[in-house]
């Protein structure tokens, strides 16, 4: 009884192991797939939107689940030497998975044509529901940046509490980004750069809350305190 248990658990552990390995695989296809659409070469910030992830990510556990099924189907017909046990697997595979795979489709192409590229000269950048790109010039369409911060509390025990910058650039048209919190690489390094073409720009720079220096000591190395500092003392 015990090896059948272990004989079981270790299945359920070459599947996990395998799905992981597959879904994985298939999540930094679609990532790289959204860089060689959009990113370019003098690129100063390149950022896929959190909206993408999450589609990237449940597609990627979806495709995986796929995969591991043809996989699977693959070595039972390879271990009954039959095509026909193959044939018959993978269209029972496709015929469960045909409804799920139409309807991530559309949202994958969304996904992986989504991003924010700011260079030099413009920034383009297509909102997740949108079929078109929509590109900005930073002397004509740039309305302004407004900077912000809040600070939230685990509820989890030991409470911890986090910053949440905020990097706000807004449009004349009403549109806006958040540099800071809306894509998953903003960084302060990543900020720092777009600033630099902020400043050289003019752009019109708001800030809506000071950190105290308590916060800042708390949050922030050394290093980026300074940039931290530069930010919120305008």
Not at 37 to 60: E, H, K, Q, R
Not at 99 to 106: A, D, M, Q
Not at 143 to 165: A, C, E, L
Not at 169 to 179: A, N, S, T, Y
Request: proline share 2%; aromatic share 18%; hydrophobic share 40%.
């Amino acid at each position: 009884m015990a090896a059948k248990d272990a004989s079981e658990k270790g299945k359920w552990w070459r599947f996990s192991l395998l799905l992981i390995l597959f879904a994985s695989l298939w999540f930094f296809l679609f990532y790289w797939i959204n860089r060689q659409i959009n990113y370019t070469a003098d690129v100063l910030f390149y950022g896929t939107t959190s909206s993408s992830y999450w589609v990237f990510f449940i597609s990627a556990v979806l495709y995986g689940i796929i995969t591991w099924g043809i996989y699977y189907t693959i070595k039972q017909a390879i271990h009954e030497k039959s095509f026909k046990s193959f044939k018959k697997g993978a269209q029972f595979i496709m015929t469960l998975a045909g409804v799920p795979l139409l309807i991530s489709l559309p949202f994958l192409y969304l996904g992986v044509t989504h991003a924010l590229v700011i260079s030099e000269e413009k920034i383009q950048y297509e909102s997740f529901w949108s079929l078109k790109e929509t590109e900005y010039s930073w002397e004509e369409d740039v309305q302004g940046v407004v900077i912000d911060y809040s600070i939230t509390t685990t509820t989890k025990i030991p409470h911890k509490r986090h910053f949440n910058g905020r990097y706000i650039l807004h449009f004349k048209d009403g549109k806006k980004i958040d540099m800071w919190e809306g894509v998953l690489e903003g960084n302060l390094s990543s900020i720092k750069k777009i600033d630099r073409t902020i400043k050289k720009k003019q752009i019109p720079f708001t800030v809506r809350k000071v950190p105290t220096e308590e916060e800042v000591d708390e949050f922030f190395n050394q290093k980026d305190s300074e940039i931290i500092h530069d930010f919120y003392s305008r």
